[in-house]
Structure formats: structure tokens, C-alpha cells
């Protein structure tokens, strides 16, 4: 079991690991720098390391984000020996003899500085431009090689940064990542963002603030990082952008740490007392102020140890200050920082383990999905295919018969969109049918005079109604095959939505498996389409008047006399209401009581009529419509159907026409047909087309009534079943060769890249895991 000390470190081996892989799922515990330009976050990150390392200039320096871990060593660690890569360096610096002594007895002086957690390191204590066996860095884009020489380091960041950034002043998330190794460090690991800017300049984006904001915001609002918040003591509180920045994912302040730079920049007269004690801002992880080392010191090389000596006689014996002093400055915000690091790796671990271990289960589940890349031999193959073909003819089936176990429970899928077909879409667009929509009073007509020849009509000829309602019948024709194409079209989606998880390893088979049945389906599709066409012509060859449901003529002759009845009467009403009113009107309302009994008489008279007319009417205007005498009757009874039950009616036929008042003058129909809109028809011809078409009505939906049947029979037993029961045996016939299992068993190049990233992915998360099983 490792130490708290190890913590870091360890932390910083699993970035390694995640860098080197690729994959960052795990969300590690960090510290992220945030400030806005020239806040004195270069400063800080050198301190920290002691040496003067990171590129500087006007405008944006920082262009991608350097991931820098600290690692603290010990004057007798392994890792400190002699490299090819120090004897390089010093001879290109031309370093003399003195300057290795000068480093000895500068390393022996080093101090503890965290008593805590027993950390035996330091901040500073080496010349910015000294080279020493014990400092380096490695950088992980150059594996193996050690930079002695922080100068090289600083250019390699240029380098890197103009080759993935460019030239520009553009920005890249791509991160750098850079080890420095020191026993002058304490082990942390920062991120150092480019500093916020609100106004682009020169060659910068016109939209860099956004740029910057969202790259800050990809690392501090994960919930691991620790903000560290750079602000200058030199601008006011309110302004600081890092701040603004940090609240926006920190709200409460949990995980902040505030640091004012600049302090002796302030104004004569102010000082940062309220903000350091927490007043101002609070923040659970508090301020810490720092004073950054002046320009004028970095040029004249002043080394960092100087530097933090002159920093902490500076909050000694600052009058304001000096009360809190062991709370600020560089060395102390490298030891909090150490210590909150730790505590938050600590707290965060366990958090880690078990993201780790769901990791491991899902990456081993997905690879299970993949299959082993040597599961299949020359000896296998045949079994192989067998078997996937036998799932995907299984898949079909069940997926028609609804007991597959993938059923979507969003939308309708497999047959039961079969059944939708059948009873939504067919059946609703035969009820939409209008059994006369294309056929007009004037067809009607027309049909009845030419089924009678050059002799006049006795009665309505079947003929007549023979031949119209054939035509009417063929309009149930398109909607059935309409039926057909979308059932077969549904066949087809059912086919390419089989699959198993096995099957999408093997591309080509499952290629040809679509294939086999798609051909087998488009194969079935004509002879039943074929069938469906025959069923219609079977119901036009033979009109069955006798039909139990056909309305029969006498009946249908029968309503529409007592509908046109009804409708006079109702007419007959209203016309005496509306003379009921002109009549008040007239007589301002006092021979309203007059007019009315003398209307009364006519009413009754009329009823008397009326009821003496319902007596006689079916059977004078039947035998008037269908025969003047015994001998028409005789022949009338001879014919089949329904028009055989009018012939018992036998009253005089000059009675009938005078009752009727029918208009028997040939010649006025003339004018009908020369108006094909508008015929103008005699009363018997407006009845015998009347009759023609309620007939035709009730045979039309008949037959409706049968197709909305007989189509899902035929194709359910033609299409449907049929493919059911022979697609096994087809995909067997077709593919079950053995100089095609070689071909059909080559696997999909995504997939075998999958299972590649997916056994890169375990191993990496197993390494990981192993990491934190040594601390835990």
C-alpha cells in the first residue's frame, strides 16, 4: 500500500497512461491556472519550478494548454544518472567544472519546506540559465529524451505550439505535456490555459475570447479540477476575469483557490487585506497573495531563490500584511496547493475506481460483441455459416410472426405493420371508394336506352345494370395491388433490419443473406399481384343478383318512392307555413284564424289522397314501370334475379300513368342530350336511374365487402407464408457452398478496428485499475 506522497505521482502515471492511449474518460483530479494576460501566471508556474522555462511576449503566449506535472526527487534517486542527453548539453553551454561544483554545494543547501506530509523539496535554489544533473524535463510528444537545459525547453513549447497551433495567434485544445523532474519541487500537476482576452489584437480571431472561454471551460468545469483563480492586486476585484470565469462553474466556491499577484504594485495607501482574509470574496479554499518577480529582475538573472527571500522579507515587514505573512507568498501557495491536490486525489480516488471497473465491464461486454479474431478456422467455416444463416431465417420469421425478441415499443415494426396495411390503409381506402364516382344520371341513362335497342322500354333492363356496375367493380383493382406492393415493400424492410450482433461482423454474408430473400420476395410478388388481378376479374365475370345481401328492386323501388313522397309532403308543408305567414302579414293578424280553416279542408283532402295513394302507389307505378299487361308479366317472370319479384303487380297501365302523370313524350329528351351536364330527364327516367343506382350501390359494396377479405388471404398464403416457410431452405440452396464460405466470412474493417481500440481501451483501463488497487 502506497503513501499520501505517492498520490500525485500516481495520479501523473495514470495521465501517462491515458496520454499514451489516446483515451480521457476518467476525469483525473487536476489544478488549472486561470488569469487574464499579464496577471502573473507565467510567474507563478516558474516559481513553482524554479526556473525561468515557459515563452514570453507581448499578446497571447500561452496557445495551447501545458499540462505540467512536478515530480518531486530525492539527490540519491536512480532516475539521476549519467544520459547522453546531459553530457550534449553541457558541451554545447560550454559549462565549466566550477559551475557543476557551484550546483553540489547549491544542492546541499536546499530546505524542507512541507513539514506536513514530509516532502523533502524546495522552491528555487538554482540559477535561471545553471544546468544540473538533477533538473530536467520530458516532454511526452519526445519520448526518452531529457532537456537539462530549461532554455531548449522553452523553445521545444515554441516549436510544438507553432507546429499543431500555427504561426498565427490562434489557439489549439491540443495539450502539451511536460515532466519536470527536481528535488527544488514539490509533486503537482498543473494545467497552464492561455490568459483570457476580451479584445483581439493584430492577428488575432476576431471571435479568440470565445475561442479561449470554451477551451478554459473544457478543463475547469469538470468537477475533479481545482480552479486555481490569478487575479493582479493592481485591478479591482470586481473586474477579474478569472474569477468571473470560475464562479460560472464554481457558484459556492468549493473548489477556487484565489491568488492576488502584484501586491506591491498597489497603489500608496491600499492594500488587499479584505480580499486575502476573505471578506471581499469568500472562497472555502481561501486567497493566497504572491509577489511576482519584476522584469527587471529577469533580465539581470536573478536566480528564484532571491527572488522568494525577497518575496517573504516583503510580507514580514509589510505593516498590513506581516500579521498574515505565513499565509502568503510562492512557497507557501506551493505547499497549499500540494496539500489540496493530495486531499482532493484522495477524496476523488474511489470515484475513479469504480468509473474504472464500469469501464472494464462495458469495454469486455462490447468485445464479447466483436468475437474472438480466432474463433473461425477452415474446419468451423461451414458450421459458421450455417448457424448465422439458421438466426437470420429465425429473425425474419419472428419478426413477421411478432415474437422476436427485439420489439419496438416506439412504432409499429414487422407484422404488425403487416395488419396496419391490412385493416388501416387497404381497408380504409376501399370504404373511401365512391361506388359511382365516375359514373353520372346521364350514363345511367344512357346504358338503359342502349341495353333496350330501337324498342321502347316496358322496364328497367338488367342489362342496364349489368353493364355499369362491372366497370364500378374494377375500382376495388388499384387500391389491392396498392395492398400487395406494400406488404411486399414492408417484407422488404423486415429483411434488411434482421441481424444479429454476430451478423454485422461479417459484412458480405449478411450482404448476400439480404440478397437471397429479397430475390425470393420480388420472385413471389408477380404471381401474386397476378392472383389479386384475377380475383377482380372473377367478381366482374359474374354479376349474382341473387346475392342473399343485394337489395332487391322492388324494395329499392319501394324507398325511393316513399322518400320522393316524403320530400312533397315536406314541400307541400312549408309552402303552406310560408302562405300561413303571408297571410298574418296581410291581415295584420286578425284573418290569420280565417285563412287557416280554409285551409284545413284542403289539408284534409289531401290526406285522404295521400292515404289513398299509399294504398296504391307500389302497386300501380311497379306495374306501370314493369309491364302493361298479363303477357309482359308472363315474360318478366321467366328472367333471374331480383327484378322477377315486380311481377305481381297488375293494375290498369292507363290508371298508373294518369296517377303518375308521367311525360311519355319521347321527343323532349332531345334537349338531355345535347346538355350532358345538366341532362333534362322525364320523371319514369329520373326513377330508372334512381333504381339503376341504388342497385349498383348495393352490389358495389358486396363485392367491397369481399375483396376487403379475400386480398389479405391471397396474400397472406401467396406472399407472406410462402416466404416463411421457404426461406431457410432458399438461403441454404443458395449460399451453403464451401468455395463461398471463405468470401462470405471476411470481416468488416470498422469492426476489426473496433475490436482493436476496444482491447487498446481494456488494456489501458486495467493498468489504470492497477495503479489505484496499490494506493487503495
Not at 264 to 284: C, E, Q, V, W
Not at 599 to 628: C, H, M, Q, R, V
Request: glycine share 4%; hydrophobic share 35%; with cysteine.
Amino acid at each position: 500500500m502506497a503513501s499520501l506522497e505517492d498520490l500525485i505521482p500516481t495520479v501523473n502515471k495514470l495521465q501517462d497512461v491515458m496520454y499514451d492511449s489516446g483515451i480521457d474518460t476518467l476525469d483525473l483530479p487536476i489544478l488549472a491556472v486561470v488569469g487574464s494576460q499579464s496577471s502573473g501566471k507565467s510567474s507563478i508556474l516558474e516559481t513553482l519550478v524554479g526556473r525561468d522555462f515557459l515563452p514570453r511576449g507581448t499578446g497571447i503566449v500561452t496557445r495551447r494548454p501545458l499540462v505540467l506535472q512536478l515530480n518531486n526527487i530525492s539527490a540519491s534517486s536512480p532516475l539521476i544518472k549519467e544520459n547522453p542527453d546531459l553530457i550534449m548539453s553541457l558541451n554545447n553551454a560550454s559549462r565549466s567544472q566550477s559551475s557543476l561544483n557551484g550546483f553540489q554545494n547549491n544542492n546541499e543547501s536546499t530546505t524542507s519546506l512541507n513539514d506536513n506530509n514530509g516532502a523533502s523539496s524546495a522552491i528555487g535554489g538554482s540559477n535561471a540559465t545553471e544546468i544540473r544533473r538533477d533538473e530536467w524535463g520530458e516532454f511526452l510528444h519526445i519520448p526518452g529524451r531529457r532537456f537539462y537545459d530549461f532554455s531548449e525547453i522553452r523553445r521545444e513549447i515554441e516549436s510544438e505550439t507553432a507546429r499543431i497551433a500555427g504561426k498565427n495567434k490562434g489557439i489549439s485544445k491540443i495539450p502539451i505535456n511536460l515532466k519536470i523532474y527536481s528535488p527544488h519541487v514539490l509533486n503537482l500537476t498543473l494545467v497552464d490555459l492561455p490568459g483570457i482576452t476580451k479584445v483581439p489584437i493584430g492577428e488575432q480571431p476576431p471571435d479568440i475570447e470565445k475561442q479561449i472561454k470554451n477551451l478554459i471551460l473544457d478543463y475547469v468545469a469538470t468537477p475533479n479540477c481545482i480552479i486555481l483563480a490569478v487575479s493582479p492586486a493592481n485591478v479591482d476585484l470586481v473586474n477579474s476575469e478569472s474569477l468571473k470565469l470560475a464562479r460560472e462553474v464554481d457558484p459556492h466556491g468549493i473548489r477556487t483557490i484565489g491568488v492576488i499577484t502584484k501586491l506591491d504594485l498597489m497603489d500608496s495607501g491600499t492594500n488587499a487585506l479584505d480580499i486575502l482574509s476573505g471578506k471581499l470574496y469568500p472562497l472555502k479554499l481561501g486567497f493566497v497573495g504572491v509577489v511576482n518577480r519584476s522584469q527587471q529582475d529577469i533580465q539581470m538573472n536573478k536566480t528564484v531563490e532571491e527572488a522568494l527571500n525577497k518575496e517573504e522579507e516583503y510580507f514580514n515587514r509589510h505593516p498590513v500584511y506581516r500579521t498574515m505573512s505565513h499565509r502568503c507568498g510562492t512557497r507557501y501557495l506551493a505547499k497549499l496547493l500540494n496539500q489540496t491536490l493530495i486531499s482532493h486525489i484522495k477524496e476523488k480516488l474511489p470515484d475513479i475506481k469504480t468509473r474504472l471497473n464500469t469501464l472494464i465491464s462495458q469495454t469486455e461486454q462490447e468485445l464479447s460483441q466483436y468475437g474472438d479474431t480466432g474463433d473461425i478456422t477452415k474446419e468451423n467455416r461451414a458450421g459458421l455459416v450455417l448457424q448465422l444463416m439458421n438466426k437470420f431465417a429465425t429473425a425474419f420469421i419472428s419478426s413477421i410472426d411478432g415474437t422476436s425478441s427485439e420489439i419496438s415499443t416506439k412504432e409499429l415494426s414487422g407484422g404488425a405493420r403487416i395488419y396496419y396495411i391490412y385493416n388501416n390503409i387497404f381497408g380504409n381506402t376501399l370504404k373511401s371508394i365512391d361506388p359511382t364516382t365516375n359514373l353520372t344520371i346521364l350514363d345511367i341513362r344512357t346504358a338503359i336506352r342502349n341495353s333496350t335497342g330501337p324498342r321502347p322500354t316496358l322496364f328497367v333492363p338488367e342489362l342496364a345494370f349489368d353493364l355499369l356496375v362491372k366497370p364500378q367493380i374494377k375500382l376495388l383493382l388499384e387500391p389491392s395491388q396498392q395492398c400487395v406492393e406494400l406488404v411486399y415493400e414492408e417484407l422488404v424492410k423486415i429483411c434488411h433490419k434482421c441481424g444479429t450482433p454476430e451478423l454485422s461482423r461479417y459484412p458480405k454474408l449478411k450482404s448476400k443473406l439480404i440478397e437471397v430473400v429479397s430475390d425470393l420476395l420480388r420472385e413471389r410478388l408477380f404471381p401474386t399481384r397476378s392472383y389479386v388481378e384475377s380475383l377482380i376479374d372473377i367478381h366482374r365475370a359474374y354479376i349474382n343478383t341473387n346475392h342473399p345481401n343485394f337489395l332487391t328492386a322492388t324494395d329499392a323501388m319501394s324507398d325511393i318512392i316513399q322518400s320522393r313522397k316524403r320530400n312533397q309532403e315536406n314541400q307541400r308543408a312549408q309552402k303552406m307555413l310560408e302562405k300561413e305567414k303571408q297571410n298574418e302579414i296581410q291581415e295584420n293578424g286578425t284573418a290569420s284564424q280565417n285563412s287557416k280553416s280554409d285551409i284545413e279542408p284542403s289539408i284534409d283532402g289531401t290526406e285522404l289522397d295521400s292515404s289513398k295513394d299509399a294504398t296504391k302507389s307500389k302497386d300501380t307505378f311497379l306495374n306501370y314501370f314493369f309491364g302493361k299487361d298479363k303477357k309482359s308479366q308472363l315474360s318478366l317472370s321467366n328472367r333471374d334475379g331480383r327484378f322477377s319479384e315486380l311481377n305481381g303487380y297488375k293494375d290498369d297501365f292507363s290508371s298508373q300513368f294518369q296517377q303518375l302523370n308521367f311525360n311519355s313524350n319521347l321527343n323532349s329528351d332531345d334537349d338531355a342530350f345535347e346538355n350532358a351536364n345538366h341532362p333534362k330527364l322525364t320523371e319514369r327516367e329520373d326513377l330508372e336511374c334512381e333504381l339503376i343506382r341504388r342497385l349498383i350501390v348495393s352490389y358495389f359494396d358486396i363485392v367491397r365487402e369481399m375483396i376487403e377479405d379475400q386480398i389479405p388471404k391471397a396474400i397472406m398464403c401467396l406472399l407472406v407464408n410462402f416466404c416463411k416457410d421457404s426461406v431457410q431452405n432458399r438461403l441454404v440452396t443458395e449460399l451453403y457452398r464451401e468455395s463461398m464460405f471463405e468470401e462470405l466470412l471476411v470481416e468488416d474493417q470498422t469492426l476489426m478496428q473496433d475490436r482493436e481500440n476496444a482491447l487498446k481501451s481494456l488494456e489501458v483501463y486495467k493498468k489504470a485499475s492497477a495503479l489505484i488497487g496499490n494506493i487503495l
